[in-house]
């Protein structure tokens, strides 16, 4: 039992970890399209850094309201749904939404972030918010 105990106790000391996070900014981005294409928009996270997403949304005005309102990071979606013709009257509950389940940790490197549009499509604002830490040894 010693000797495990021993053991353990030189792994530990011996044993690079992950690091300490350390608390450094908040981080609020807006992404904004012009309406008629799909728009790319790059997200970086600075090298010895983490980004810890908390929530993300996507909206527009009614000229949206019967189209694919996506928010997209690096092909997958994180925000957004699908809303039929005729939403405001519809019994039917039609409404398909894909729940996203925060949070959402990033490494440091550079994310494609993506807005579809269709090309009758008005413009569509989307954000994200997070919080950025330091990864320190």
């Known amino acids: 039992m010693k000797y495990l105990i021993f053991y353990l106790l030189f792994l530990h000391f011996i044993c690079p970890a ?3 996070l350390q608390f450094n900014q908040v ?3 807006t992404y904004q399209t012009s309406g008629v294409q799909d728009q790319s928009f790059t997200l970086d996270v600075p090298a010895g850094k983490t980004l810890k997403i908390e929530s993300a949304g996507i909206n ?3 000229a949206n309201l019967s189209k694919r309102m996506f928010l997209l990071l690096n092909g997958v ?4 749904g699908l809303v039929p013709e005729d939403s405001f009257n519809s019994t039917d509950n039609e409404f398909a939404y894909y ?4 949070p959402i940790w990033l490494p440091a490197g550079a994310f494609t972030i993506k807005i579809p549009s269709n090309s009758n499509s008005s413009p569509m604002t989307a954000f994200i918010s997070g919080i950025e830490f330091n990864i320190v040894p």
Request: aromatic share 12%; hydrophobic share 40%; proline share 6%.
């Open 77 to 80: 979606i994180i925000a957004g």
């Open 60 to 62: 527009g005005n009614s």
């Open 18 to 20: 992950q690091g300490n």
């Open 27 to 29: 981080r609020f981005m």
């Open 99 to 102: 729940p996203i389940h925060f």
